[in-house]
């Protein structure tokens, strides 16, 4: 079983709607939870990132941490085309140098 | 990628060849990580520096080996290349360890 587990889609959705986004994990030291974005044939960039549990907000992206379920989302409101990417979970525990990453998401918004 | 640059971003290679990518940054992060992105894997740790000559393996080191005698510098050699590190090649930086990675660009790499 891998440490972290992200269905790699397809998902594809129209312009404006609702996206979530979500990886399971199965090692409970992570306390560092990350976002990544990656375009087609670029370098993955820092979206978000959350300390141990909660919510956090920016724009129009909320990252969740839930961690009694090992269970990770995020959410993308009023989606745009320019989301179309693909999103990389990550996550890591306290004093390690180690950032292990989900497969990833592809993400299409159409308009 | 602003403050981090890798080279080549394309490379074609024979087997059994040599081959070093090479990674530089600008911003003086301690931390630099070298990472091979492949179809249904995600990003694996190949290597990594927390300092000038402190380096330690990933998670898929086999075959690879790492030098950094500068802050800038991180290079990553595979000393006899095989179609199985046919890939693409991140290099990251960091300046808190592991929270946060700023990427590179990518060497696209194909080992024929």
């Known amino acids: 079983q891998k440490e972290v587990e992200q269905d790699p889609g397809p998902l594809s959705v129209p312009e404006g709607a609702i996206v979530s986004l979500n990886c399971t994990y199965s090692?409970?030291?992570?306390?560092?939870f990350m976002w990544y974005r990656q375009y087609s044939r670029k370098g993955p960039e820092l979206l978000m990132y959350t300390y141990s549990s909660g919510n956090k907000e920016d724009g129009r992206f909320t990252a969740q941490v839930d961690k009694s379920s090992k269970y990770i989302s995020l959410f993308i409101r009023d989606s745009q085309p320019s989301d179309s990417a693909t999103y990389l979970c990550a996550m890591s525990a306290p004093g390690g140098f180690k950032t292990i990453f989900g497969a990833g998401t592809r993400l299409f918004v159409k308009a | 990628d602003a403050g981090i640059t890798q080279s080549p971003r394309h490379k074609v290679t024979e087997t059994g060849t040599p081959v070093t990518l090479r990674c530089h940054q600008t911003?003086?992060?301690?931390?630099m990580y070298w990472y091979r992105q492949d179809p249904g894997h995600g990003l694996r740790l190949i290597h990594y520096s927390y300092g000038v000559k402190d380096t330690d393996k990933g998670e898929v080191s086999d075959g690879y080996s790492v030098s950094r005698s500068k802050t800038e510098d991180f290079l990553l050699t595979l000393e006899s290349a095989t179609s199985s590190q046919t890939s693409v090649y991140f290099c990251a930086i960091s300046d808190e360890g592991v929270n946060g990675y700023t990427f590179g660009s990518g060497t696209r790499l194909t080992v024929v």
């Open positions: 911003e003086n992060h301690r931390y």
């Open positions: 090692n409970s030291a992570f306390q560092y």
